[in-house]
């Protein structure tokens, strides 16, 4: 059984920063990608950054510049550094792992405040 255990998210001003962590347990073949997803009230869930497995980083438009990915493959962890942040980036935001399957974090909240 795959378990992903994320940390970090809560409350924060605008232009503050945030650090989101998300651990992997349990087995599953080698991981092919990485990444975060967010979902905002009312929105659908979108893609905010990954990892593949060949090391190439993406990022949604409205993050570049502010957010960066991570990864240590060694503790199957994946990290999210969020600076400058938004009132707009406010979201419950999951990480995800692709290793056969695909496996998600319970989600973590993350609020901004004007």
């Known amino acids: 059984q795959v378990q992903l255990v994320e940390s970090g998210g809560g409350l924060v001003q605008a232009g503050g920063s945030l650090r989101l962590s998300c651990a992997a347990s349990g087995r599953f073949f080698s991981i092919n990608a990485v990444g975060w997803y967010r979902q905002a009230p009312g929105k659908q869930r979108e893609l905010v950054a990954s990892?593949?497995?060949?090391?190439?980083?993406n990022y949604a438009d409205s993050v570049k510049g502010r957010f960066t990915i991570s990864r240590d493959n060694a503790k199957n962890t994946v990290s999210l550094q969020m600076n400058s942040l938004k009132p707009e980036d406010t979201a419950v935001y999951y990480c995800?792992?692709?290793?056969?399957?695909?496996?998600w974090g319970q989600g973590t909240q993350v609020t901004v405040s004007s």
């Open positions: 990892i593949t497995g060949s090391g190439r980083i």
């Open positions: 995800y792992f692709l290793a056969g399957s695909s496996y």
